[in-house]
């Protein structure tokens, strides 16, 4: 990161298998970052995380209990973050076939509760991850994380944030 970068970031579903490499990568190339902020619903997986990298160590790294769903519990994890990467999903594609509307409440509902949430916020810049099933979606899960995409991109034309960029990674 550079001197300009962000200082304060949040990870969304930072404790699924990318979360957990990135928050190692942040903590050992970023030395700058002031906060790093673990978000997610899984209490389990946090406290394996808060395990491997103590507080006495990592006094930047700091865990948020919440889900994409609850825009109020985003709204306040967000509170003083300059950066998003967003990587809350669930992406099992049989799993959507069975509970489709589970699917459609995170991974699209919970995408707009993201973007809604940061335009509330002063957060300065968005990644949201997406994957290759949404460039010509077959399934469910991969319509779901297009729509996703979508609502992240178009989140750039809303007037008056002209300093808040969202971006989509595949």
């Not at 209990?65 to 519990?73: A, I, N, S």
């Not at 099933?133 to 809303?158: E, H, M, R």
Request: hydrophobic share 40%; aromatic share 8%.
């Amino acid at each position: 990161m550079s001197s300009g970068s962000s200082r304060r970031i949040l990870i969304k579903g930072g404790t699924g298998s990318f979360g957990k490499a990135f928050i190692a990568e942040v903590l050992t190339s970023c030395p700058e970052v002031e906060r790093l902020v673990v978000f997610s619903r899984d209490e389990l997986k946090q406290w394996e995380l808060q395990q491997h990298y103590p507080e006495d160590r990592f006094p930047q790294l700091r865990f948020f209990l919440g889900d994409v769903r609850d825009r109020d519990r985003l709204k306040r994890a967000l509170e003083g973050i300059d950066t998003v990467v967003h990587a809350a999903a669930l992406k099992q594609v049989p799993a959507a076939e069975y509970n489709p509307i589970e699917f459609i409440n995170t991974n699209v509902l919970g995408g707009e509760n993201v973007v809604q949430a940061c335009l509330d916020t002063d957060v300065k810049r968005v990644v949201a991850l997406s994957t290759d099933k949404a460039a010509a979606p077959i399934n469910l899960y991969g319509a779901t994380k297009l729509c996703s995409d979508k609502l992240f991109i178009a989140a750039n034309n809303i007037r008056g944030k002209r300093d808040l960029r969202f971006a989509v990674v595949r």
